[in-house]
């Protein structure tokens, strides 16, 4: 897909984003059988309609003069084609948005674009068939070919694939060209502020987004253009046409260990391109076993073969992220003909594992079984990875990287974006992400409440979108699509909404159990049939900065699908797309709940962090700002998985945090930046997370143990300490431990000695798990405020001694090592950055085990870098904390 990334008016983003690019090109993932498929993703050109007076059957002829025409980003959209020929300026640095035209002002044909791309493909031999695919053009398109209009008709929606015989029109010289003209949505929508701007935008079937949310401001040209994957692809006379496979799991597995057999089910489409009928075999091969069936298709036709079920034998399951590995197994998919010769074929990858849900009388709420084991779902809600829709391998597999580094173990995708693209799955199937996928709507704009900036009523925005003929159509397109994938877990009918009833009942009653009937299926994403309350609804919330006592006191949602808070991150990012004019402070006003901020910071959607800054010491300047939100950011997040988890399986099966990314540069809800760059939310939610994990409720002080894993851990030493702000220890308790799976074990409150060891300065308190071997196996270190509630202590800290080194482990990974000397305060809050030497910025994206890394005293710790140094740059690691100044360290070999 797609490796473009918008220029912005900062070096150090410049810089980062080049060595990105470079890492996405190398790592770009070739479709399998790169001999018989491959994309048309470079020399693509494009015009604006009002410029070209030619038709489609002249510009799509060899002699048609395109010598004038722009260079176009395909997969991209018009904007992404216009921003990389610097006609139009960066829209996520500063207010550069509003510079661009938007469609609702200007008309559609603004945006009205012809794509054309020449390619050479000699004439099919023998019964072989070219086919020219599309995966994604927004919102309809007319095809043309050598002077022949491929489609009788435009086709339109964006979420439906197109695939042209074209065998018989391709040039006998190979000099072939193919000719595009792509039109905006049906409806444009007016981005009036509100949620999708007037709403109508959802009257197309397409993304409801680009008219504006309260995350994201509007995408001028709302993605016209050819959006997703363009390929050819050559075959015998028989293709193979979405696969389905199926595993099947039974009874109650262990995540090691011999197992009982799987169930292994495959079938297909088979089309026969030609006049004459074809005889031939469907196999496969899996773990080196084939398994085939015969059959002939007639002419002209497409037959849906199913082949004979396999018993796998011992097979290695796959498991979400935290409870086991994630093996995959080559399928080998091929349709043989009689003479032995191989028409077409496709490579995939199985999952081996069953997804089954049960009602959990306790929590009254939906609990999901992988394997037969209940998982606690902790998860993230996903937008989309790019608001353009610059897609890559890279960038998904970093993006999915970092939720598996939080330990999360599901994502999911927001309903008024898209059903994601197959290289998001891969990556998700990778780490072990499960996905709950929306399909496309949101009670925003789909009426669910009466809204004064919405143009049409409820009753009318209830009927949307216009066509639900093609809404129908375009989802059982996308089912077919990605639900090959063993992340793929749930199904849901769309964001805080139903769909219309006839939709509903369609997808419900005969479009899934025909396509997909192995996954769990909600009506919409805080459906009663997902969770009641005590009052017997559902919703989702609380959002924004939250007193950690709401998480941990305050019952929600038994299977809560969005709770979340704020999310700025450091200053370094806050450079990449604010102007040095407007890096204003934000001026909270206590006494009305207010803050004042900048005009771009409120164009980002910055969100307030009402006081809770100010209890480290008023900011000084924005850079002190960051740094200290950085401070709420680790805290608000590790507090808030902490007191869903401190619960599971008793007041909650799972939550999901909203939200944990941003496809451009917003300032609210992420764990890392739109550069890839992560902040303190990441590390504080990935402490809080951990499949193991001891933790302190600050509203009672009960320390506990959660165990999200499905072994019982033994033996282990419970060790709870606090060190004042001049590093001097005191042991509170040392204790052996035991927890057993999928449990949390309450030991004993600490509440009252806290509270008076931390009266006057605050206290730093240590909590440790110390296996058999005395190695800490979770460490979990909190700073509790003083009995006013601020952090007194912290803005008086001395100095902390902190000595840092590195060294190379490999081409592409750095060892920091952390030692505090043990004779001054504990060294706390430190930043790790792998940086350029000569320029010191950062290198995006890199992977931390841990970062804002606390280091007792006598203590030392060790931090693992991963990255991609495909720049082959000269690398430091710069080490800052809260009183430890910036040190840049020579990594050594």
Known sequence: MTNFYPAVKSVSYKFSIASFLLFCIIFQHITANAQSKYELNKGWKCAPINNVKEKGTGISRAGYNTNAWMPAVVPGTVLTSLIAENKMPDPFYGMNNEQI??????????????????????????????????????????????????????????????????????????NNRVAVIVYPPDVVGNPNGGQGGDGTIARNVGIQYTAGWDWIQPIKDRNTGIWDKVTIEKTGAVRIKNPHIVTLVPGVRQADGPQQPAIIQVSAELENATNLPVTGELRYSLDNTPVSKKVTIKANSTLTVQLNDYSLKNPKLWWPNGYGAQPLYSMHLQFITGVNKISDQQDIQVGVRQITTEWNARTESRQININGQKIFIKGGNWIISDEMLRFSDARYDAEVRFHRDMNLNLIRVWGGALIERPEFYEACDKYGMLVFQDMWGSGDCN??????????????????????????KSIEDQVKLVRNYPSLAIWCGGNEITPPEDILAALRDTIMPRLDDTRWFIPYSNSEEMSRNVLGGNGDGPYGIQPLSTFWAHKTYPFNSEVGSVGVSDYESLKRFIPVKNMVLPEYDEATGKTKTDSVWDYHKYIGYDGFIDKYGKPKNVEDFAAKAQLVNYDQYRGLIEGFSSHMWDWYTGTIIWKTQNPWTAMRGQMYDYYLDPNACLYGLRSGSEPLHIMYDPTDGMVMVA???????????????????????????????????????????????????????????????????????????????????????????????????????????????????????????????????????????????????????????????????????????????????????????
């Open 101 to 174: 035209p938007d469609i609702y002002k200007t008309g559609r044909d603004y945006y009205t674009y012809w794509f054309v791309k020449d390619f050479k493909e000699g004439v099919p031999q023998n019964g072989s068939q070219v086919y020219l695919n599309f995966r994604g053009v927004n919102y309809s398109c007319d095809v043309f070919l050598n002077g022949h209009k491929l489609n009788d008709k435009p086709h339109s929606g964006m979420f439906l694939r197109q695939s042209y015989n074209i065998t018989k029109w391709m040039a006998k010289d190979g």
């Open 707 to 893: 165990n999200n894993t499905f072994k019982t851990h033994a033996n282990m030493m419970l060790v709870a300490k606090t060190y004042d702000m001049d590093g001097k220890e005191k042991i509170l308790t040392q204790v052996f431990s035991d927890v057993t799976p999928a449990t949390v074990k309450r030991y004993l409150s600490l509440k009252k000695t806290i509270d008076d060891l931390a009266r006057d300065k605050g206290v730093f308190l240590c909590l440790q798990l110390l296996n058999t071997d005395k190695k800490i196996i979770s460490e979990n270190i909190y700073w509790v405020p003083d009995e006013k509630g601020e952090y007194s202590g912290l803005q008086k800290m001395a100095q902390g001694s902190l000595n840092s080194t590195a060294k190379y482990l490999g081409d592409d990974k750095v060892e920091v090592t952390l030692t505090n000397s043990g004779n001054g305060p504990l060294a706390f809050f430190n930043r790790l950055s792998l940086v350029n030497t000569n320029s010191k910025q950062r290198v995006l994206p890199a992977f931390y085990s841990d970062n804002y890394v606390s280091v007792l005293p006598g203590e030392t710790r060790k931090v693992i870098i991963d990255y991609k140094n495909v720049s082959k740059l000269n690398l430091s690691v710069s080490v800052a904390g809260w009183n430890v100044s910036e040190k840049i360290i020579q990594i050594s070999k």
């Open 447 to 472: 009426g669910r409440w009466t809204d004064p900036m919405k143009l049409d009523d409820q009753w009318t925005r209830r009927k949307y979108p216009d066509d639900h003929g093609l809404y129908l």
